[in-house]
């Protein structure tokens, strides 16, 4: 009897086990260990009397000798079953082979690992080691360290994910450049020179329909100006987010340039 790590075992006689898929983040070694728990259990269950488990694999058969912490429970379990056959007076024996090639079966155990790797459903789950949770953890905060530093670093990339995502540009011509420039400043957030810090007066801060100190940005002109407020009230969502109200007025930009041409403004 052999094993397959991807794994499918091979037994003669009688018929051998069904393949059977583990986790994915399973190491060679782990899924070589799971491969000689299926093939002990089967010759337990069909009471074979002399079991030969041939394996290439020398770091499976080192963790099984000393009780490898990392993979204790699959090597408590090839224990345990090995002692219940060697109780019901049977023989276990563990061999190393340099390959599989040229051994008899090795073909149908191919198939089966074969089988196994294209099967949607895991039926073998391995616990993750602590190496690997550690690993897995360290993975997770620094892709989330990096992403939250993504977006914290732009706001423009925030503003785009919650705005340009949901609003395709227009399939359409514009009335006017103002208005096709307008439409692509509100799609894609982009900031007014005094908020990157180019403001050489506070007057070039202040929003140009009502006034407002540090009015001049779309935030502003989308959400706060009380000048375009009969405008904001058509949006059709009650208590729109500001994401909503962006996507609002670029449906209506044309209505509103013509009352207010200088609906975020340019300059």
Known sequence: MYA?????ARQSPPSPPPPARTTDF????????????????????????NVLIATDSMTAIAAINKQDGENITQTRAIWKTARAIHNAGRSVTLAWIPSHVGISGNEEADA????????????????????????????????????????QGSESVRWFRQIAAGCPPPARHFPSRLCEVVTCRIRLGYPYPWQLGFATSEEETRCRLCGAPEGHSLEHYLRDCARPSHLRKQCPTPSPTLSELAKHFIAILPQTLREYPKFCAIK
């Open 112 to 151: 089966l690992a074969k089988r196994a790797a294209s099967d949607a459903t895991v039926a073998t789950v391995i616990p993750r080691t602590l190496n690997q949770l550690r690993g897995a953890v360290k993975a997770h905060a620094e892709r989330q360290r990096q992403q939250e530093q993504h977006d």
């Open 26 to 49: 399973s190491s060679s070694t782990q899924t070589e260990l799971a491969a000689i728990v299926m093939a002990l259990e089967h010759a337990y269950t069909y009471h074979c009397r």
């Open 4 to 8: 397959r790590p991807t794994m499918g």
